[in-house]
């Protein structure tokens, strides 16, 4: 999340938009062209919605390097790798997702990846937890999700699945921006 809010803050900089980071926190797992369609109509400036979409990702994957696993869950899904089925589900999209799990060396560990383009539904919606579900086979009150943001806190309760709030354990560093 640190490595997306240094690029979310660049990019919007760049149209004049404002994007505190306390906001950007609040909606983690929303996908970036729906963040960019709410915060341009709400502070009344015109974008190519999916162009600006576009190289907001381009800056996260300028800037990749600067990312680092949660050691707590990478822990947990290397313990449960080939054990039981385990899942991605995101409201990234699959080319991003794709490149962080390769930037952390556990692209594949997963038994399946669920992002954006899979569901018309995002976060807060259950639809991303309850396709990877559905993928692995597995009932959704059978499900244990780790999450770090409130909508997806709140997707998992919606598709009646256990949930841990990894911010409970784990703060995630603050990266300086580039003014």
Same mark, same amino acid.
């Given at each position: 999340?640190?490595?997306?809010?240094?690029?979310?803050?660049?990019?919007?900089?760049?149209?004049?938009?404002?994007?505190?980071?306390?906001?950007?926190?609040?909606?983690?797992?929303?996908?970036?062209?729906?963040?960019?369609?709410?915060?341009?109509?709400?502070? /009344?400036?015109?974008?190519?919605?999916?162009?600006?979409?576009?190289?907001?990702?381009?800056?996260?994957?300028?800037?990749?390097?600067?990312?680092?696993?949660?050691?707590?869950?990478?822990?947990?899904?290397?313990?449960?790798?080939?054990?039981?089925?385990?899942?991605?589900?995101?409201? /990234?999209?699959?080319?991003?997702?794709?490149?962080?799990?390769?930037?952390?060396?556990?692209?594949?560990?997963?038994?399946?990846?669920?992002?954006?383009?899979?569901?018309?539904?995002?976060?807060?919606?259950?639809?991303?937890?309850?396709?990877?579900?559905?993928?692995? /086979?597995?009932?959704?009150?059978?499900?244990?999700?780790?999450?770090?943001?409130?909508?997806?806190?709140?997707?998992?309760?919606?598709? /009646?699945?256990?949930?841990?709030?990894?911010?409970?354990?784990?703060?995630?560093?603050?990266?300086?921006?580039?003014?």
């Amino acid at each position: 999340m640190p490595v997306h809010f240094v690029a979310w803050h660049e990019t919007m900089q760049r149209y004049g938009i404002s994007f505190p980071e306390d906001r950007f926190y609040s909606l983690g797992g929303m996908p970036s062209d729906r963040i960019i369609a709410m915060l341009s109509s709400e502070q /009344g400036v015109s974008l190519d919605v999916v162009a600006v979409a576009h190289e907001k990702e381009q800056a996260f994957l300028e800037r990749i390097e600067l990312l680092v696993p949660i050691e707590a869950v990478v822990e947990v899904a290397h313990e449960n790798r080939g054990i039981k089925p385990i899942a991605v589900a995101s409201g /990234g999209f699959m080319p991003i997702i794709q490149r962080q799990l390769e930037q952390i060396a556990m692209l594949d560990w997963f038994d399946a990846i669920v992002t954006a383009e899979d569901t018309a539904k995002h976060k807060p919606e259950p639809d991303v937890f309850l396709e990877a579900a559905r993928r692995l /086979g597995v009932a959704a009150k059978d499900c244990l999700v780790f999450e770090d943001a409130d909508l997806g806190v709140e997707a998992a309760r919606r598709a /009646g699945m256990h949930c841990v709030d990894v911010r409970s354990f784990f703060t995630p560093r603050r990266i300086p921006i580039r003014t």
